[in-house]
């Protein structure tokens, strides 16, 4: 009897210590979901101001969040804002047909001023404006066929234009990049694109961001995983996630402080990787994600990790012991 005991007890022992280790291997996460904050499932772009407020470009509107408490603006024209950028006072945002930005008013809400009117007649139709970058005094305000460079201290544009469309922008520490589908990757150079790149895995994959290194460029695509851009030598730059990661897409990608990165999927949830590649995390809705699908990734002030999905909001404390 007593040797049944000591049995029983060391096997609940054993179980408390391996559900306490599985519960240790994921990071905290708070999860936000439409019921409350109050707006849309999707959220396609975040940033953050100097008081700490988070922005979210959401499926409908510009949604702000003050830590305890939400609060959402419509978009201008009434359609989806898809890009959000926080620059010093002003919070510019990006939707169909449309760009500018919100600043805040002496009664503490924000009030909405357009750039694109300005420039209205050279608009496309249908344009979408789906991503920003800051660089400098100039913000770059990017649709899928061009690319709107605007000087905040003169309120001069220059517009770069790609017959083949453009997937998206990207923004190293020292330049801008974009890619164009067919064509590769460019670098933004006083104003006008310069070809860096048209090597045919560059011209066939979709980029989703690439990242400065000491030697060159990274580069992450959507399904055939990372590549370093050295001496215009393109090369596989391999990781622990590389099989699970070549068998989905890839939506976004960034770098966070520490060096490690955070690579957001579709339908397959989040993966933090280290520097070196090796997979530190892989968080799903199995184990405490709204959603599978990662629209967009944001490292805050505090370095949580914010993930804007496809049914609501996630913030993950990466530092929690």
Not at 199 to 204: A, D, G, H, T, V
Request: aromatic letters at 14%; a neutral charge.
């Amino acid at each position: 009897m007593q040797i049944n005991k000591l049995s029983i007890y060391f096997t609940y022992a054993l179980l408390l210590n391996f559900l306490w280790s599985y519960s240790q291997e994921l990071p905290p996460i708070i999860k936000y979901t439409k019921a409350n904050y109050e707006a849309g499932n999707q959220n396609w772009m975040i940033s953050q101001d100097k008081n700490q407020y988070i922005y979210f470009a959401n499926h409908e509107g510009l949604l702000e969040f003050n830590a305890s408490s939400w609060l959402l603006y419509p978009s201008p024209n009434e359609t989806i804002i898809r890009s959000v950028k926080v620059v010093n006072d002003k919070i510019y945002t990006g939707c169909y047909m449309e760009f500018g930005f919100w600043k805040r008013q002496d009664d503490g809400k924000l009030k909405y001023n357009s750039l694109s009117k300005t420039i209205k007649s050279k608009l496309l139709n249908d344009e979408i404006f789906w991503n920003i970058i800051n660089y400098d005094q100039w913000v770059i305000f990017q649709s899928l066929n061009r690319i709107y460079i605007y000087d905040s201290q003169t309120g001069f544009f220059k517009i770069i234009a790609s017959k083949r469309g453009i997937t998206k922008s990207y923004r190293t520490n020292n330049s801008i990049y974009f890619q164009s589908l067919n064509e590769g990757l460019y670098e933004i150079e006083s104003g006008k694109s310069k070809l860096i790149s048209d090597s045919e895995i560059l011209k066939k994959n979709r980029i989703v961001n690439v990242f400065s290194i000491d030697e060159g460029l990274l580069i992450d695509t959507e399904f055939n995983g990372f590549y370093t851009l050295i001496n215009n030598v393109l090369s596989k730059f391999s990781t622990d996630a590389d099989s699970e990661l070549e068998s989905t897409s890839v939506y976004s990608c960034i770098r966070l402080s520490g060096g490690s990165f955070a690579i957001g999927t579709v339908s397959n949830g989040v993966f933090i990787l280290t520097k070196e590649g090796k997979v530190k995390y892989h968080i799903t809705q199995i184990n405490g994600l709204t959603n599978n699908t990662a629209l967009s990734l944001f490292e805050d002030f505090d370095k949580n990790l914010w993930v804007g999905s496809d049914n609501g909001i996630n913030c993950l404390n990466l530092l929690s012991p």
